[in-house]
């Protein structure tokens, strides 16, 4: 069965530090991963993706994702933590190409950035 | 990436009534999906919703509960039917994005009910 698991329910990092939001995945065939985040009160936004290619990729606000397939791991990261990434950041996989192939989401960790 | 608008962005509701969410796009998609987000929990797909078809319900979701419509390209709700407090919830109207391909999901801001 496809999973998705965030092992930690929240991160604690001091502002300048960096971050490391972790995400593994069970999934059978060539998984595309996707982080997103919530800020309080919003919907959820598209942070970026894995889909083929180089294994580190970026996104928006300084973020990034190293795709490790021996691991199935897909953490984000970024190398420098600010106040204002305080949020919930939520994993998701989908087993290959096709719309109509659901994203399975992990259970989303808060991240708390402190001044 | 599309903009999404959700109506209402929240609501307090009496027990046993409905409500309508509305969702608007601003470009025309294929695709629609409604999600539920209970209070501390992960995102649970409800339906997909293609215009001039039926939507298609998740497992645990029906149609009597969740009446979808799907008039246009770029327009749709959900009905939440009948509403107890297990109904409140953060409802989430998502299109995927421009490359259909690769699937990444754009989001509304959200309609968060509260059943009393």
């Known amino acids: 069965a496809q999973s998705v698991a965030q092992p930690e329910d929240q991160v604690n990092v001091a502002e300048g530090n960096p971050l490391t939001v972790k995400c593994t995945y069970s999934v059978s065939g060539n998984p595309y991963l996707f982080w997103y985040v919530q800020y309080p009160n919003r919907g959820l936004q598209f942070l970026l993706k894995?889909?083929?290619?180089d294994n580190l990729v970026k996104g928006s606000y300084g973020f990034e994702a190293e795709f490790n397939k021996s691991q199935t791991s897909f953490h984000l990261k970024k190398p420098s933590a600010l106040v204002s990434d305080s949020a919930l950041y939520f994993c998701a996989v989908r087993r290959g190409p096709g719309n109509n192939r659901k994203l399975i989401w992990g259970l989303g960790t808060s991240l708390a950035v402190n001044p | 990436s599309a903009v999404i608008s959700q109506k209402p962005s929240r609501d307090i509701c009496q027990r046993g009534t409905s409500l309508t969410i509305q969702c608007q796009v601003d470009?025309?998609?294929?695709?629609m999906f409604w999600y539920r987000q209970q209070p501390g929990q992960s995102l649970t797909l409800i339906a997909t919703?293609?215009?001039?078809?039926?939507?298609?319900?998740e497992s645990g979701f029906v149609i009597d509960k969740f009446p979808i419509s799907r008039p246009n390209l770029t327009f749709s709700t959900l009905t939440v039917s009948n509403m107890s407090p297990e109904d409140s919830s953060i409802y989430l109207c998502?299109?995927?994005?421009?490359?259909?391909?690769?699937?990444?999901?754009?989001f509304g801001e959200g309609s968060r009910l509260t059943v009393l």
């Open positions: 894995y889909i083929t290619g």
């Open positions: 919703a293609n215009q001039g078809s039926e939507a298609t319900y």
């Open positions: 470009s025309q998609v294929t695709m």
């Open positions: 998502s299109v995927v994005g421009t490359s259909e391909n690769t699937g990444e999901l754009f």
